[in-house]
């Protein structure tokens, strides 16, 4: 029987799941996650983590261990991508140029081509391999992955990702190259350019010195910092190939679910997803986007949100680095949780709460992108409070989301992207999430679910941007993404 044979799965993937732990426990007590000093795959000292690694399934150590390698020690900062060096950046920009151009779709042989309502899953990627492993692993235990395309959406080029990446066999997989990052663009826009304004500059000296973007400091009298823009031109470009350009989603009319490389997703998160669609479609004809993770009461990674929302504003108002408020537990996380595990909430798209694993159609997409201008000249360096921006005050359908209770989307990156010092610890979150969903088992695969509506609950009201986005070149770019369509593909690969 269907259901007998998937709680015995269930038992085994937790036992797996307990070695796996212990083992990635090790491995990155070995690997010095910090970013501090240069990467290291875990030297093979010794007989513990061989003993563990073992005790994994054979499939699945792939994803969690790399094949060793001479490493060369460069001594300082370069977490990742020591092998890059061998590349110069025109190498770099020129491979981009051709794996977009080739749009290549790994495993299509073995598992048919992409149907028009096949799920599409979006995993934005930067440079941390170590969460991206566990990422892959978590999607490799889903049921029915097989049936997706997962299009990985890198800022990064780096041929350890991209061998990882490449390595999937578990479901058709694609790769896009964001072709206007500061890799690629070391000394020149969207990268720092040399005559840029400093951050801190007032507008007075910025005029005086005349340097490029004198004119446009952001809300807060700040002037850009490359670094800080990427991820929502990245965020924005991705949508745009993957709805309006790339060959493949040509008659796709089925979901695209956006995920980052830091998420870890439960292995029913697509029988989820589906019951959210076709619960929407019979009961709440006006949500149009769903959302799979949600920040718990009793999993806290910001601290609270009024920290988190604090954080953002910190971040461009002092010359904080964007180092984490390091995240806290204050709980443990109740499984009772999931004893609600058939209930979803219809509520209005809040960035801060709804921003992890959301998925949408072409319909809805089409009327982001139609309000393209409104994301892109907004001065608020986040996706994702742009994109509430644009729900509030251009989308002709606002956004109404549809939430799991039991989030099935989990963040265990605990730093962020832009993170520089201190040990990230990231070994809580894997093994937290790993008990979290080891503890719902049973609760996994409801067979319907029940919709509470609570959009009556309070307003939120449209808010000043949090800054970082005042420069205009950034405008122009983001705005010119949007303007490309589908042309002829070419193969050159
Ligand atoms: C690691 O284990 C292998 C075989 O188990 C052994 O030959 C080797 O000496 C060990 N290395 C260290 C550093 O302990
Ligand atoms: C890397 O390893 C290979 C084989 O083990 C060896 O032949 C080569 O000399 C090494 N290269 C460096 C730079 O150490
Ligand atoms: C890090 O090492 C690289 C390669 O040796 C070097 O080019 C770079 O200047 C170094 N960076 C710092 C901050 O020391
Ligand atoms: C999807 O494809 C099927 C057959 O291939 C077709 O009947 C159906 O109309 C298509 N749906 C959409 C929304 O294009
Ligand atoms: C899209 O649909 C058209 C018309 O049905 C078909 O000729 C074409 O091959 C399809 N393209 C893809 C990528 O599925
Ligand atoms: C896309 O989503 C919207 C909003 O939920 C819905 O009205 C529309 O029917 C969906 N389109 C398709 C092709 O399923
Ligand atoms: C945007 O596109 C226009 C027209 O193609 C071009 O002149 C301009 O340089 C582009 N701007 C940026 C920032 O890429």
Redesign the pocket.
Known sequence: MRAGRRRTASCLRTAVFLFLVTFVWLQLHLTNLGGQSSRQEPAPDNDSSAAILSMVPQVLHKFLTTRPRNITHHGNGSTIGSDVHHLTVDDIRQNIERYNLAQIIHNEDLFGPLQN?SLIIVVQVHTRLVYLRHLIVSLAQAQDIDSTLLVFSHDYYDEDINELVQSIDFAKVMQIFYPYSIQTHKNQFPGESPGDCPRDINYEQAVQRKCNNALHPDLYGHYREAKFTQTKHHWWWKANRVFNQLEVTRNH??MVLFLEEDHYVAEDFIHILRLMEKT??ASC?A???LSLGTYLKTYNYYGDSKKKEALRAMKRHQALSAAAIPPSWGFQILPSLYQHYQKAEVTPWISSKHNMGMA?????WAELRGCGRYFCTYDDYNWDWSLQHVSQGCLP?KLMAIVMRGPRVFHIGECGVHHKKTNCQSTAAISKVQKVLANAAHHLYPSHLTLTFTSGAKKHKLRKGNGGWGDIRDHELCMNMTQQERTQMLSLM
Request: charged share 20%; net charge positive.
């Open positions: 309502d009319s089925g929407g479609k004809p949500c149009n986007i949408f159609n072409r319909s809805v359908h």
